[in-house]
């Protein structure tokens, strides 16, 4: 009897304690943030969840849940919740017209008098925060910087004797040389379009400079995306694929499943234009190959008065959704995965470009790549992020089919002006 009392005892003590449990302030105070990113790199998905787990550490009544998306999948993604109103609370940005769709929509949080408070603000690059200003209001904060530059296998450049190219034409006798050697010039691997859309923009900005494609998207008078460097653009374009430059069945290779990457690792391939990130990237998958890149600018076009150091650029920022249960740890969030200690975390582990001033950056390349893009005479975002959304990716869609030769400079120029009648006048 004493035995069925006691038992009875406890378990009434438990019962009671779990109700208490139950309705007491922190149970019912806990609060949940969901936040999206694309960093599906293991190196950069750690960083972003160390800096997660700092903000659990100060935050423990908020649960974070970070999901992990490819890129492309990630664009289509976020623009089925933003349509639906159930975006995720943070999500990873670029800025430029994709984020600005969603401003207009007013589905990103305003941080301008957060980023005046305790001078958040002032510890970016400021060329960074313009990615994400549109008109008095800054809608994102970022992380990373990037520069768009050609990277090259240093030991086959030192067994034939090449130098890195400065001017088109040294490019495509370069190009022709490599194919002497039974090296596949230029690694590309074209399928998802971004990476072809590279050359586009550096040749129409060699070209015209960037004055012809802020003039064309502005509507200025006399200026379209049917002008004339734009059009020459696309030419300069497939005179590179009639040399030759690119590996075989390019237009249908996969670069997000590393069949670019692969070319360069194998020594198949000797050049590859592509982000700062590039470098880290190869240490991290192939380190014996990453301690041979070395890396140059685009070159410049003879004849062109256009100023060749301007670059193709972007960044990595993050923004917080409007809709948010919870906006302060929302901003609290937002400020832990882009502070100083995860711009260095970042920039140690992945190699890549902060945003953050006065990151140490303790690699040689590295901080050659940030000083290059600091004193570039103009950073152009990508086109398919500054644009519009449709008009973006009509970009990318027609940048491929000029590579792929199914339509000719002229004809992929009138169907963007065309586009860009209908979105922007």
Same mark, same amino acid.
């Not at 208490?20 to 990113?37: F, G, T």
């Given at each position: 009897?004493?035995?069925?009392?006691?038992?009875?005892?406890?378990?009434?003590?438990?019962?009671?304690?779990?109700?208490?449990?139950? $309705?007491?302030?922190?149970?019912?105070?806990?609060?949940?943030?969901?936040?999206?990113?694309?960093?599906?790199?293991?190196?950069?998905?750690?960083?972003?969840?160390?800096?997660?787990?700092? !903000?659990?550490?100060?935050?423990?009544?908020?649960?974070?849940?970070?999901?992990?998306?490819? =890129?492309?999948?990630?664009?289509?993604?976020?623009?089925?919740?933003?349509?639906?109103?159930?975006?995720?609370?943070?999500?990873?940005?670029?800025?430029?017209?994709?984020?600005?769709?969603?401003?207009?929509?007013?589905?990103?949080?305003?941080?301008?008098?957060?980023?005046?408070?305790?001078?958040?603000?002032? @510890?970016?690059?400021?060329?960074?925060?313009?990615?994400?200003?549109?008109?008095?209001?800054?809608?994102?904060? %970022?992380?990373?910087?990037?520069?768009?530059?050609?990277?090259?296998?240093?030991?086959?450049?030192?067994?034939?004797?090449?130098?890195?190219?400065?001017?088109?034409?040294?490019?495509?006798?370069?190009?022709?040389?490599?194919?002497?050697?039974? @090296? @596949? %010039?230029?690694?590309?691997? =074209?399928?998802?379009?971004?990476?072809?859309?590279?050359?586009?923009?550096?040749?129409?900005?060699?070209?015209?400079?960037?004055?012809? !494609?802020? =003039?064309?998207? =502005?509507?200025?008078?006399?200026?379209?995306?049917?002008?004339?460097?734009?059009?020459?653009?696309?030419?300069?374009?497939?005179?590179?694929?009639?040399?030759?430059?690119?590996?075989?069945?390019?237009?249908?290779?996969?670069?997000?499943?590393?069949? $670019?990457?692969?070319?360069?690792?194998?020594?198949?391939?000797?050049?590859?234009?592509?982000?700062?990130?590039?470098?880290?990237?190869?240490?991290?998958?192939?380190?014996?190959?990453?301690?041979?890149?070395?890396?140059?600018?685009?070159?410049?076009?003879?004849?062109?008065?256009?100023?060749? /150091?301007?670059?193709?650029?972007?960044?990595?920022?993050?923004?917080?959704?409007?809709?948010?249960?919870?906006?302060?740890?929302?901003?609290?969030?937002?400020?832990?995965?882009?502070?100083?200690?995860?711009?260095?975390?970042?920039?140690?582990?992945?190699?890549?470009?902060?945003?953050?001033?006065? /990151?140490?950056?303790?690699?040689?390349?590295?901080?050659?790549?940030?000083?290059?893009?600091?004193?570039?005479?103009?950073?152009?975002?990508?086109?398919?992020?500054?644009?519009?959304?449709?008009?973006?990716?009509?970009?990318?869609?027609?940048?491929?089919?000029?590579?792929?030769?199914?339509?000719?400079?002229?004809?992929?120029?009138?169907?963007?002006? $065309?586009?860009?009648?209908?979105?922007?006048?």
């Amino acid at each position: 009897m004493k035995v069925r009392k006691i038992t009875w005892a406890v378990t009434t003590l438990l019962v009671v304690g779990i109700l208490v449990l139950a $309705a007491s302030p922190v149970a019912a105070q806990r609060k949940s943030l969901e936040i999206w990113h694309i960093f599906t790199n293991e190196h950069e998905a750690a960083v972003i969840e160390r800096a997660v787990e700092r !903000f659990r550490a100060d935050y423990p009544d908020v649960d974070v849940t970070i999901t992990v998306t490819d =890129n492309d999948t990630y664009k289509t993604k976020l623009q089925v919740a933003m349509a639906a109103g159930t975006p995720p609370d943070v999500f990873n940005s670029w800025g430029g017209g994709w984020l600005e769709a969603y401003v207009d929509a007013g589905m990103v949080l305003p941080l301008t008098e957060a980023l005046a408070k305790d001078g958040w603000g002032d @510890i970016y690059v400021p060329a960074s925060l313009e990615l994400a200003k549109f008109g008095d209001d800054y809608y994102a904060v %970022p992380l990373t910087l990037a520069v768009v530059v050609f990277f090259y296998n240093q030991q086959l450049f030192d067994q034939y004797g090449w130098e890195p190219p400065e001017t088109w034409s040294e490019l495509l006798d370069l190009v022709a040389d490599m194919r002497s050697k039974g @090296i @596949i %010039p230029i690694s590309l691997a =074209n399928r998802t379009k971004w990476p072809g859309a590279f050359y586009f923009i550096y040749l129409a900005h060699r070209v015209g400079g960037h004055e012809v !494609f802020l =003039n064309a998207y =502005n509507r200025v008078p006399g200026y379209g995306f049917d002008h004339e460097a734009f059009v020459r653009a696309g030419e300069l374009i497939q005179e590179l694929v009639r040399a030759g430059a690119f590996p075989p069945g390019f237009n249908g290779l996969d670069h997000d499943v590393g069949q $670019a990457s692969a070319l360069m690792y194998s020594g198949r391939a000797a050049m590859h234009l592509m982000g700062s990130w590039f470098p880290g990237q190869a240490r991290a998958e192939d380190p014996e190959f990453g301690q041979h890149v070395g890396w140059f600018p685009f070159p410049r076009i003879e004849g062109s008065s256009a100023d060749p /150091t301007e670059v193709v650029a972007g960044g990595d920022l993050f923004s917080v959704a409007s809709t948010t249960k919870h906006p302060e740890e929302a901003l609290a969030l937002l400020r832990y995965i882009t502070d100083e200690q995860t711009a260095a975390d970042w920039t140690r582990a992945t190699g890549r470009l902060p945003a953050v001033i006065g /990151t140490p950056i303790d690699d040689p390349m590295t901080a050659d790549l940030m000083a290059y893009l600091e004193n570039a005479g103009y950073m152009q975002l990508y086109y398919d992020q500054f644009l519009p959304p449709e008009l973006g990716e009509l970009h990318k869609d027609t940048t491929q089919a000029i590579f792929g030769g199914t339509m000719t400079p002229l004809e992929a120029a009138r169907a963007m002006e $065309a586009k860009a009648k209908e979105l922007l006048d």
